[in-house]
């Protein structure tokens, strides 16, 4: 069991910028990937950046150059760097825990990023 603590969410303006936390209860070394998913009213949850054990990051294309992931494995904790905020990036931004077992993943409960027009 993981537990998955998200901070740094809240309201700012266009062209403003965020980071956000992730705070594990476990190693984060165990992960085969650690991820930031975003759902936004009436839409569906999707991946916006995920970092692998490696050092390997992919991005949502709508945020790259302008947000950033990056891990601290001796504070288990992920971050998300968000520059440049646009109105469509508000939503809920979730961490996630994808582990090796096929399936199996951990969730935080979320943190809401509000960004005013």
């Known amino acids: 069991q993981v537990q998955l603590v998200e901070s740094g969410g809240g309201l700012v303006q266009t062209g403003g910028s965020l980071r956000l936390s992730c705070a594990a209860s476990?190693?984060?070394?165990?992960?085969?990937?650690m991820g930031w998913y975003r759902q936004a009213p009436g839409k569906e949850r999707e991946l916006v950046a995920s970092?692998?054990?490696?050092?390997?990051?992919n991005y949502l294309d709508s945020v790259q150059g302008r947000f950033t992931i990056s891990r601290d494995n001796a504070k288990n904790t992920v971050y998300l760097q968000m520059n440049s905020l646009k109105p469509e990036d508000t939503a809920v931004y979730y961490c996630?825990?994808?582990?090796?077992?096929?399936?199996?993943?951990?969730w935080g409960k979320g943190t809401l990023v509000t960004v005013s027009s």
């Open positions: 476990r190693s984060i070394v165990n992960s085969r990937a």
């Open positions: 970092i692998t054990i490696s050092g390997n990051t």
């Open positions: 996630n825990f994808n582990t090796w077992v096929s399936g199996l993943d951990y």
